[in-house]
């Protein structure tokens, strides 16, 4: 027992010398604190140890919420930072949508389960359109509903195609402005994306007479043609320009190229020149959806011509690969 106390008395210096503070590194003298596995000489310090609310900058006493790799105090900075995307309101937990255009947004729960939007797939906040199409809050704010507004973006997106790309713009295309049943009643069977949207169709017909001269050459011409674009009502303005942008490539097509047998070199083309209109027009976000699109014909095109044209660097050269 002597020798223990001795031992015991021997080493206390060593034991007092090692209990330093784990933040300053100060000897620790009278009261201080104790956690798991290290000692502070004061509250001050281990409150600089403490993780800090992402929303109003003070240490987490009193334990903390985490989301998205942030920590909050409580629930209410929670929530005062993470609203849902449709409703608004704060929440707790959260469900991360990818949109198509590869957007990523954060939505409660209950709103994650309802109905999507028909343009952009964000969950429906703004109604039901008259033809029975969900649409969200966000996309019925932009959506063009006017049919003289339509006409003059039509004109504007042609004269644009016009003159940075040198598109025909003196023949006559009719325009359309139709609800989702009549423009499907119009597409028929032409082809649909995989799980994609149409917001508008190209419609191409042409009468060829045939001319017989005194020599007995024989020439083919087109003596009758009737070109017209179907837009969907209410399209948000950003998503109807790329749409018109696409769609008017289609009649170039026509008249440059003629018929085009594959299919998804067609469509590859007019989203590339729709992409190359809207970097033009700074609103390139609307280009993602294209990148990321699963679909072989109009993704899987749509990558092919880019890269064709990466290397051309001519849409006129580029064009000669559609055929």
């Not at 909050?72 to 309101?89: D, P, W």
């Not at 994306?193 to 083919?220: C, F, H, I, K, W």
């Not at 043609?225 to 009502?233: D, F, H, M, T």
Request: charged share 25%; hydrophobic share 30%; glycine share 8%.
């Amino acid at each position: 027992m002597k020798y223990r106390i001795l031992l015991l008395f021997l080493l206390m210096p060593f034991l007092l010398a090692a209990l330093e503070c784990s933040q300053c590194g100060k000897k620790i003298r009278g009261n201080y604190v104790k956690t798991d596995n290290a000692s502070y000489c004061s509250r001050k310090c281990f409150r600089k140890t403490l993780p800090v609310c992402a929303r109003c900058g003070k240490a987490c006493e009193k334990g903390y919420l985490t989301m998205m790799k942030k920590k909050f105090c409580s629930k209410r900075c929670l929530e005062q930072t993470f609203r849902c995307a449709v409703c608004r309101k704060g929440m707790e937990s959260t469900v991360i949508l990818t949109l198509p255009t590869g957007e990523q947004v954060m939505v409660c729960r209950p709103c994650s389960q309802g109905p999507k939007c028909y343009f952009c797939a964000l969950p429906n906040g703004g109604g039901v359109l008259p033809d029975g199409r969900n649409i969200c809050g966000r996309c019925r704010s932009s959506a063009v509903t006017d049919p003289q507004e339509v006409q003059r973006i039509f004109r504007q997106v042609r004269g644009n195609l016009a003159r940075w790309f040198g598109f025909d713009h003196r023949h006559r295309i009719q325009l359309k402005i139709v609800d989702y049943p009549e423009l499907r009643k119009a597409a028929k069977n032409i082809y649909m994306p995989g799980g994609g949207r149409q917001l508008a169709l190209m419609q191409y017909n042409q009468e060829v007479t045939t001319r017989t001269y005194s020599d007995g050459r024989r020439e083919n011409f087109v003596s009758k043609e009737s070109c017209r674009i179907y837009v969907l009502k209410s399209t948000p303005e950003l998503m109807l320009r790329d749409a018109l942008a696409h769609e008017l490539t289609h009649d170039h097509l026509r008249h440059k190229v003629g018929k085009v047998n594959d299919l998804a070199s067609e469509e590859g083309f007019c989203e590339l020149v729709a992409s190359l209109y809207n970097i033009k027009t700074n609103n390139s976000k609307l280009n993602k959806a294209k990148e990321v699109n699963p679909d072989p014909v109009y993704g899987g095109g749509y990558r092919k011509m880019r890269s064709i044209y990466e290397k051309k660097r001519s849409l006129r050269e580029t064009m000669k690969a559609v055929r």
